[in-house]
């Protein structure tokens, strides 16, 4: 462990430079630039705003306000955002860094570091504006918020132990990304992202209680809806289970490394 961090360090250059190119090279090309990272969170927001709390009167159950529904959404929608940033990328990051893997000796966890960092700042700038709208719609939890950090701090452990577990995997059979990119839109569905898990039968409850990523999503929509403390034990079995992931993602990298790069 000593050994990554100690990595990690001396090279905290060459990924704070990776992370910047690549979000400088975003908009290299658009006469806007950076304010298309605030542009569109702001356009989100706005029509879920007007959709879901003008125009279809949506409400969520348990909350009467106008916002609450429209809120509860973008919550979700910004929490499965960033879980999808990262493991979507992890998931190919060995095959679309095959040349620098060839040519320069780093410290490869440096890649998914890379990875954490961009979908980091990109959600950072998003959330900003979020909260801002928060502030303004009178539902800005307070100091609540800051619970937040470690229920995210969860999700990026889940998203990057099985982003590098299928990454791994992905390099050898290409069949794992193709697949893992479908199951993901049957994932978010399977989330209550878009519904309340309280409109669900019981049945049903209990297979959604199994989802690791429904934990962290409901955390968030806890504290950014009802400003009160997520329910701990919610994120417990995300917790374990990407602990195991990442264990198991470098593992595989380690005993493979040799044969990736022959197969790159």
Not at 90 to 115: A, E, W
Request: glycine share 8%; with cysteine.
């Amino acid at each position: 462990m000593f050994t990554l961090f100690n990595g990690l360090w001396r090279y905290r250059g060459f990924i704070y430079g990776s992370i910047k190119r690549e979000f400088q090279s975003k908009y290299r090309n658009s006469l806007l630039g950076f304010l298309w990272n605030i542009l569109n969170p702001l356009a989100m927001i706005v029509i879920y705003t007007v959709i879901f709390s003008q125009v279809m009167r949506a409400k969520l159950p348990g909350v009467d306000h106008s916002f609450a529904y429209s809120i509860y959404l973008c919550a979700g929608v910004l929490t499965w955002g960033l879980f999808s940033e990262i493991v979507s990328r992890s998931q190919v990051m060995f095959v679309d860094n095959g040349n620098l893997l060839k040519k320069i000796n780093f410290p490869r966890v440096c890649i998914p570091t890379i990875i954490v960092g961009s979908a980091l700042l990109n959600f950072t700038i998003v959330f900003g504006i979020f909260s801002i709208f928060l502030f303004i719609s009178g539902f800005f939890p307070g100091i609540v918020i800051f619970s937040l950090i470690p229920v995210v701090g969860v999700l990026i452990l889940f998203a990057i132990g099985l982003g590098m577990t299928i990454g791994v995997l992905n390099v050898f059979f290409s069949d794992v990304g193709q697949f893992f990119g479908i199951f993901l839109q049957f994932w978010f569905w399977l989330t209550p992202i878009v519904y309340s898990v309280t409109i669900l039968p019981e049945s049903f409850r209990e297979y959604i209680s199994l989802n690791p990523m429904s934990g962290i999503v409901m955390a968030c929509q806890t504290v950014l809806v009802k400003g009160t403390l997520p329910d701990w034990s919610s994120i417990l079995p995300a917790t374990v289970i990407g602990i195991m992931l990442c264990v198991l993602g470098m593992r595989l990298f380690q005993r493979r490394a040799a044969e990736m790069v022959d197969e790159l």
